[in-house]
């Protein structure tokens, strides 16, 4: 039942896609029943229209009726357009094992623009989870200009509700911030280690985008 829905992640990117969205927070409650949607938009467009664009794309996906009343816009306008859309996607992952190591690599876009970062560990589970997490940031200080401003403090896998969440704890240069990201593990576990982390660094990137 919940592959044929999808999960809050899913529905996230699918509205993130539609035109004039550029990200989007669906909350849904513990019997998996959309409860909150929160879209981040451009003004350009009608408050009204991005609405139904919503519940058609929900509807045409996951054939699922969303309520409007559930459904909340905020529009920015074209001046603070570039810094509300500076966040980073998690565009693929590969990995490679050879023997007791793992190298892996992480593709990250933001618009047209793709990131590759890389990393080298060993092929325990422990160490595979780290392996994509500091990958994933490697690929986070290529989009920075080869600037580190995420160090990565830790990434595991808690159970919740009977559910597997990944969550990934990283700190921002140089003052240190604590930021926390986490990810439900399904449908893919190791995709799920990389979007922790743009869960917890991507609205820091924002503001770094700001003062650039």
């Known amino acids: 039942m919940e592959e044929k829905r999808g999960t809050a992640n899913?529905?996230?990117?699918?509205?993130?896609?539609?035109g004039g969205v550029f990200s989007a927070h669906v909350v849904f409650s513990e019997t998996q029943e959309p409860t909150e949607i929160h879209v981040l938009a451009s003004n350009r467009?009608?408050?009204?229209?991005?609405?139904?664009?919503?519940?058609?794309?929900?509807?045409?996906?996951?054939?699922?009726?969303?309520?409007?009343?559930?459904?909340?816009?905020?529009?920015?306008?074209?001046?603070?357009?570039?810094?509300?859309n500076y966040r980073l996607n998690y565009s693929g992952i590969h990995m490679h094992t050879n023997g007791k190591e793992v190298e892996v690599s992480v593709s990250l876009a933001r618009d047209a623009e793709q990131y590759l970062?890389?990393?080298?560990?060993?092929?325990?589970?422990?160490?595979?989870?780290?392996?994509?997490?500091?990958?994933?940031?490697?690929?986070?200080?290529?989009?920075?200009?080869?600037?580190?401003?995420?160090?990565?403090?830790?990434?595991?896998?808690?159970?919740?509700?009977?559910?597997?969440?990944?969550?990934?704890?990283?700190?921002?240069?140089?003052e240190m911030t604590p930021l926390v990201g986490c990810v439900f593990t399904d449908p893919d576990p190791d995709a799920a280690v990389a979007q922790s982390i743009l869960d917890a660094i991507n609205r820091k990137l924002s503001l770094y985008s700001q003062e650039d």
């Not at 899913?10 to 539609?18: G, T, V």
């Not at 467009?45 to 509807?59: F, L």
């Not at 986070?140 to 009977?162: D, M, P, R, Y």
């Open 10 to 18: 899913d529905w996230q990117a699918l509205i993130s896609k539609l």
């Open 45 to 84: 467009r009608n408050v009204k229209s991005i609405v139904r664009d919503v519940q058609s794309a929900i509807a045409a996906r996951y054939n699922v009726d969303v309520d409007y009343h559930i459904i909340s816009v905020a529009q920015v306008s074209p001046g603070m357009l570039a810094s509300a």
């Open 117 to 174: 970062g890389t990393a080298i560990g060993s092929a325990a589970p422990f160490s595979r989870m780290r392996c994509i997490a500091q990958a994933t940031l490697d690929a986070v200080k290529a989009c920075t200009g080869g600037t580190a401003v995420f160090e990565l403090a830790s990434t595991e896998t808690i159970h919740s509700n009977g559910r597997a969440i990944v969550v990934s704890q990283v700190f921002c240069l140089p």
